[in-house]
């Protein structure tokens, strides 16, 4: 049974930072990419970075040159560290892993940017 976990999250003043980690679980076949999305609330899901399995980033605009998002594909584990906050960006984050076959859902963790 694969399973992301997700510690982290939490308060934070808008300008700061946070990093959130998403340690994954189980036998998972073939990842393609393990990545984060948020979810406002009110708001559709949507993008925050990727990372393919060769290491290719990919990130939502507004997010570029603020958010990195990393990997440690020995502990199975992405990374996203999040640097000049804005509390527009409180929301549920959720760390995703695509693999051929199958996309796998870490259970979210809040931010709350306060202002």
């Known amino acids: 049974q694969v399973r992301l976990v997700e510690p982290g999250g939490g308060l934070v003043q808008a300008g700061g930072s946070l990093r959130l980690s998403c340690a994954a679980s189980?036998?998972?076949?073939?990842?393609?990419?393990m990545g984060w999305y948020r979810q406002a609330p009110g708001n559709q899901r949507e993008l925050v970075a990727t990372?393919?399995?060769?290491?290719?980033?990919n990130y939502a605009n507004s997010m570029k040159g603020r958010f990195t998002n990393s990997k440690d594909s020995a502990k199975r584990t992405v990374y996203l560290q999040m640097n000049s906050l804005k509390p527009g960006e409180t929301a549920d984050y959720y760390c995703?892993?695509?693999?051929?076959?199958?996309?796998?859902w870490g259970q979210g963790t809040r931010v709350t940017v306060s202002s």
């Open positions: 189980g036998i998972i076949f073939n990842t393609r990419s």
């Open positions: 995703n892993v695509v693999s051929n076959s199958t996309i796998y």
């Open positions: 990372i393919t399995s060769d290491g290719t980033t």
